[in-house]
Every structure is written in C-alpha cells, then in structure tokens.
C-alpha cells in the first residue's frame, strides 16, 4: 500500500502533465484539426521524456519500438500513362467511355472527357490549343474507338486561362500596351530633367 505523500506526489505530477498537455495544445492550435490530437500529444509527451515519464495517460503508452520502427515500404502503381498531363484518371475515363453502349450518356462521357484534356493541356503545356489536336488526342487515347468532329462543346480557351490565372491574348495586349505607355511617360519624365 502507497502512503499518503507518494499517492500526493503522483496526483501532483498527473496534474502537472496534464497541463503541459493543454499547454501544447494551444501551441499547435493547427494539431485540434488532426483525429486524435489529443492522443498524439501524450505521444509527444511521452517522447519528450524519453519514455521515462511515470504519468497516468488517459490512452495507452506508445511503444518505443514501434515508433522507432521503419514504416512499410509503400507498393506504387506501374501503369503506363500514356500522355502525362492528361493524367491516368482521363485514361480510366475514356477506357469506361469505350466500355458503354453508344447512346446520350457515352457521348456526355465523351464530350466531357474532351473538355477535361483541353482544360489539363492548357493548364500544363501552354497558352493556346486546337480543338481539333485534343480531339485527336482523344481518338488516339481512345485507340480509335472515339472519334468526335464537332467542337463546339469544347470550352473556350480564353475562359480556361482566366479561370487558371493565366491570361489570354486580350489581357497581354492590355498589359504590353500599359507597359509601352508607362516606358513612353517615364522617357518623357527624363527628358523634360535634361
């Protein structure tokens, strides 16, 4: 049986853990978003002390050497893609859209797919595409099993690059125009000084 100062002692020092716990917590405010942050504080508290620590934790001790242990080796995937900024979820896309009965829903698929390919084109390659190159592209992804003609569905390029940040051929005329009257005016500044 304990005495009384040894049972104080381990009250104390509970208490004293417990609010060096509140204390990290409103530190990294950030951790209360992450599940089970308060676990992973006692964690934390329990690292800090070098597993030495003789409090009572309201969750299980963490195990040394499962938390020096090397963490599995990870198994990626090792499909090919075949044009990388259209990426494999356009791939698997197109691949369901060959598997469907033609109808209204394939061709949605379709159409939607096309729509996609210009929206990554622009977004990873450059400022301007064909339409007729994507739907190439999709013909070609497709192993001819897509063939679309008409683009109209295709959404504007201009609206893609704004939606990106980019710019279209409008605003760089705008800002090369800025550009030429700010250099017009500063050479005018100067030369009135002369």
Same mark, same amino acid.
């Given at each position: ?170 605003? =760089? !005329? *705008? $800002? @090369? #125009? +800025? /550009? %030429? &009257? =700010? !250099? *017009? $005016? @500063? #050479? +005018? /500044? %100067? &030369?009135?000084?002369?």
């Amino acid at each position: 049986m304990q005495d009384q100062s040894a049972l104080e002692y381990n009250t104390e020092r509970n208490k004293v853990a417990k609010a060096i716990i509140k204390v990290m917590g409103e530190l990294n405010p950030h951790l209360r978003d992450v599940e089970e942050y308060k676990p992973k504080l006692w964690t934390h508290l329990f690292i800090m002390s070098d597993f030495q620590l003789d409090v009572d934790s309201p969750y299980p001790l963490p195990e040394p050497a499962k938390l020096a242990a090397k963490p599995d080796r990870v198994a990626y995937p090792q499909t090919k893609i075949k044009v990388g900024h259209y990426g494999k979820t356009v791939q698997e896309l197109i691949a369901k859209a060959c598997e469907m009965e033609p109808g209204e829903e394939r061709t949605a698929l379709e159409k939607h797919c096309g729509a996609l390919m210009k929206r990554f084109h622009l977004t990873f390659n450059s400022s301007s595409v064909e339409d007729e190159v994507i739907l190439a592209h999709l013909t070609k992804l497709s192993d001819g099993q897509i063939k679309l003609t008409d683009t109209s569905f295709l959404p504007n390029t201009n609206e893609i690059l704004r939606a990106n940040g980019g710019s279209s051929n409008n605003q =760089n !005329k *705008n $800002r @090369n #125009n +800025k /550009n %030429r &009257n =700010n !250099k *017009n $005016r @500063n #050479n +005018k /500044n %100067r &030369n009135k000084r002369y």
